[in-house]
């Protein structure tokens, strides 16, 4: 037994207006609840709001907005923006194009990488948070099985230290 979808991936925002704006009129994700709460501990309660944006299969990103400017900026100051930590979405290629399309119009920089098993699209949020939007080869898809069966194998052979790499979809111009 496994997880069976992504529930929510959760991030803070610094400015809920331009987080909606992103999600909802670039990326193409709707809001589909807000949740005022407050958090509860020693001290007084802090007011904090959640924003969900919804996937197709019903999972969300979310994020996090507190009252206190000050609680805001000391959550979002803790947040990596490296592009190797990102949110990365499964999308056809005419949604890739469209949100590519969408992203120019609004002057939010992007960027496509081929990597050779999927050929992905990606942006920044407001807040930094790198969003990847991918669409995967066929031929890639058709491999998954013998990826899976072999993905054991390939960590273990990468521990030892042989680092040749696999993705022979890759194109190594």
């Not at 909606?20 to 904090?48: H, K, M, N, Q, S």
């Not at 990103?61 to 990102?86: G, K, N, Q, V």
């Not at 050929?119 to 991918?134: F, I, K, R």
């Not at 696999?166 to 194109?171: I, Q, S, T, V």
Request: proline share 5%; charged share 25%; aromatic share 8%.
């Amino acid at each position: 037994m496994r997880p069976s979808r992504l529930h929510h991936h959760a991030y803070v925002s610094r400015d809920l207006e331009a987080t909606r704006r992103f999600y909802e009129e670039i990326v193409g994700l709707p809001l589909v609840a807000t949740w005022c709460e407050e958090l509860l501990g020693e001290g007084d309660p802090e007011p904090y709001c959640h924003l969900f944006f919804e996937l197709e299969d019903g999972g969300c990103l979310a994020f996090f907005h507190f009252a206190r400017a000050e609680t805001t900026e000391e959550h979002a100051s803790l947040a990596s923006t490296s592009p190797f930590d990102h949110v990365a979405l499964a999308v056809t290629s005419q949604v890739q194009a469209a949100v590519e399309a969408r992203a120019k119009e609004a002057a939010v920089q992007s960027l496509i990488i081929d990597h050779g098993y999927c050929v992905s699209l990606y942006v920044q949020d407001p807040d930094g948070l790198v969003v990847e939007l991918t669409v995967d080869h066929p031929h890639a898809l058709a491999e998954a099985p013998q990826r899976r069966s072999s993905a054991h194998a390939d960590l273990k052979r990468w521990l030892a230290g042989d680092h040749t790499p696999n993705n022979e979809f890759r194109r190594h111009d």
